[in-house]
């Protein structure tokens, strides 16, 4: 079974279309977050939810929203999307925040054309 | 606040040599330190973690960190390559419940 899921695992898209990404972890963590990474391999937090409630909301423009329907989901849906959204999201789940084991997902490459 | 440096985007040793990834950090409240390892395609896996306990850890597929205070490092080795290291390494400090990641080094392994 994976523990952390996303789908879709490529989502390509055109500017000003909205989009949603799923993530779905199985392993009865608390917290769950959202990276973007770069195509310099950069990685940076975008959100984390800690049982369900947003705890870190970085300098993300507001386009950006994540919604979390229970303690396993945490989803990212995009409004507008522009060029510079492009990237590779991750989700990824840990028991606690803290000094626990974040378990990654496969990733979403997000390409807008 | 807290960052991580990572010396060196790109290394480069052959099978069987020493590898040696470099990470600094700073921080202005004792650390969490991590090493993850991202194959192609794929999403970061946890290969070692540092939580106050010894300063030496050692982590998955032989590899080890050492934790130096004064020098404000945690260099990730391994005494021996293998073929199948080769992947982005990303070392990561959590100071205040957020993961902040280094820019990553690419470890290529050649035969």
């Known amino acids: 079974d994976t523990a952390v899921s996303q789908t879709p695992k490529y989502l390509v898209t055109q500017m000003g279309n909205d989009k949603s990404i799923k993530c779905e972890q199985n392993?009865?963590?608390?917290?769950m977050y959202w990276y973007k990474q770069d195509s310099k391999k950069f990685l940076k937090i975008m959100f984390s939810?800690?049982?369900?409630?947003?705890?870190i909301n970085e300098t993300v423009p507001n386009r950006f929203s994540p919604k979390s329907p229970d303690k396993a989901h945490l989803n990212l849906h995009i409004n507008s999307l522009e060029l510079g959204d492009s990237a590779v999201y991750f989700c990824?789940?840990?028991?606690?925040?803290?000094?626990?084991?974040?378990?990654f997902g496969p990733g979403t490459r997000l390409t807008v054309t | 606040a807290q960052s991580v440096t990572q010396l060196g985007s790109h290394v480069s040793v052959s099978e069987g040599a020493l590898v040696l990834l470099r990470c600094n950090y700073s921080?202005?409240?004792?650390?969490?330190l991590f090493w993850y390892v991202q194959y192609p395609n794929q999403g970061l896996q946890l290969l070692l973690k540092?939580?106050?306990?010894?300063?030496l850890v050692k982590g998955i597929n032989g590899f080890e960190a050492e934790f130096k205070k004064s020098e404000t490092s945690f260099h990730l080795t391994k005494p021996s390559a293998h073929m199948s290291d080769a992947a982005e390494y990303f070392c990561?400090?959590?100071?205040?419940?957020?993961?902040?990641f280094g820019g990553g080094t690419r470890l290529m392994v050649k035969p």
């Open positions: 990824a789940s840990s028991q606690e925040m803290g000094a626990y084991e974040q378990y």
């Open positions: 392993l009865g963590h608390d917290t």
């Open positions: 939810y800690n049982n369900k409630e947003l705890i």
């Open positions: 921080s202005s409240v004792p650390p969490y």
């Open positions: 540092y939580t106050s306990a010894a300063t």
């Open positions: 990561a400090v959590d100071a205040g419940n957020m993961l902040t």
